[in-house]
């Protein structure tokens, strides 16, 4: 009963128009106040030590880093070493722009800059060759989720932090699916360009390749410098987001140039206030976190779902359509800050491993990030292509059902996600 009251107040302070991260503040202020008596001084001392953990301060750093990316020229140039490598196939374009997604995911570590930062470029050169705006844009919309499926990803790292688990290994994990999905995205694209008999570009001779690759090089050696650190023990996840920050300012303003000393102080102030609207959604979040554990919401869950007999597989069907749901109506972030804590003491009870679970929830968030009407990458891929929502939305929709298919072999093959992680960090 307890539940269901601080969920309906949710959902009526949603309903109303309210911020998600007023709405959750507001929740628990409101339950805590009115219907318990637990001390003031105990949501003082919460919300402090809520954002202390020094894994939080990877979320700015790469949000920063994405933010340099974006203007600085290296989506241009993975664009190029991209359609070197794909465009004398069938829809080469579109196939470059996938691949492009894909370098450009696992260096920003966020879905809307990837739309933003290939979607500019690609798009008018796409229509300029004569591919439809509603291919393009489905192709782009829908590749761009790859920027939280392929480590660095700043979704990952909201997951690590509000169940405890290892960045790490999240990234890692992420690597193997991140890879399939784009290799699934790829085959889908030649087939619909192929049997659409969409442009292909003239052959790249190797000359041209090792040229685009050359020119490309500095902003790849960021996946490098990110996992490879990781991985090697050289640095933590948050020291390695901080490295790949100065990085990538060293890159956009020192080695490619295209970003001005000028322009610094803009890009800090945009990644400021995308990180402060971050980490003010993670207050308020884990002040919803701390009133469910202080009613015992996620152990009665618990003990409910054990009573009622429910298997590992079909509890992940519970899991995958509850997400499904919540993508329709809210950002990754939020999402995951209220449902991880509720899920993740289920989840083990179960003995579903907890790098699955999260694996299984970010791919959950791409599938939202398309799907209206709250898909982020959606409005995004809208503003570029000067198309409406609903226009943007039937584009994606065949993509959409590739992702569905992707999640359910992710959901019930967990090797493809164990695998690598196993293997190199046991």
Not at 351 to 365: A, F, K, Q, R, S
């Amino acid at each position: 009963m307890t539940g269901l009251v601080i969920f309906g107040l949710l959902c009526a302070l949603m309903i109303t128009g309210m911020p998600i991260s007023i709405a959750l503040g507001l929740t628990v202020l409101s339950f805590l106040f009115t219907m318990t008596q637990v001390p003031l001084e105990s949501v003082a001392l919460k919300l402090f030590t809520g954002i202390e953990k020094f894994e939080i301060m990877a979320i700015p750093f790469f949000i920063l880093a994405g933010n340099f990316l974006t203007h600085g020229g290296v989506a241009k140039r993975m664009i190029r070493f991209a359609t070197a490598m794909v465009g004398h196939l069938h829809g080469g374009l579109a196939l470059g722009g996938v691949l492009a997604c894909a370098l450009f995911a696992a260096v920003s570590g966020s879905s809307p800059a990837t739309v933003v930062a290939i979607g500019s470029i690609l798009l008018p050169a796409m229509v300029k060759q004569g591919y439809p705006m509603k291919f393009g844009v489905g192709v782009i919309g829908t590749a761009g989720g790859l920027g939280i499926l392929i480590p660095p990803s700043i979704v990952m790292v909201i997951y690590a932090v509000s169940t405890n688990s290892s960045i790490g290994k999240l990234f890692i994990a992420g690597i193997v699916p991140g890879l399939l999905l784009a290799a699934l995205l790829l085959s889908v694209t030649w087939a619909v360009a192929k049997k659409r008999n969409y442009p292909r570009m003239p052959r790249a001779s190797l000359a041209e390749m090792v040229a685009a690759f050359r020119e490309s090089f500095w902003g790849l050696a960021l996946v490098v410098v990110v996992i490879g650190g990781i991985y090697s023990g050289i640095f933590t996840p948050t020291e390695a987001a901080a490295m790949s920050a100065a990085y990538a300012f060293f890159v956009s303003v020192y080695v490619y140039k295209d970003l001005t000393l000028k322009q610094v102080p803009k890009v800090l102030l945009d990644s400021a206030n995308l990180s402060a609207m971050i980490l003010y959604i993670i207050t308020n979040a884990v002040l919803f976190s701390f009133l469910l554990t202080s009613e015992q919401i996620p152990q009665s869950l618990a003990a409910w779902i054990n009573d009622m007999g429910l298997s590992p597989w079909m509890f992940l069907m519970v899991v995958n359509v509850l997400l499904l749901i919540a993508g329709n109506f809210m950002e990754p972030s939020s999402i995951l800050l209220i449902t991880a804590p509720i899920l993740f003491p289920v989840a083990m009870k179960l003995g579903i491993d907890p790098i699955h679970l999260g694996i299984l929830m970010t791919v959950n968030m791409e599938i939202g990030m398309i799907t209206p009407p709250v898909g982020l990458n959606l409005y995004v891929a809208s503003g570029i292509a000067n198309m409406g929502l609903t226009e943007v939305t039937k584009a994606c929709a065949p993509w959409i059902l590739v992702m569905l298919l992707f999640l359910l072999l992710i959901t019930y093959v967990p090797a493809i996600t164990l695998w690598l992680p196993n293997l190199l960090m046991p």
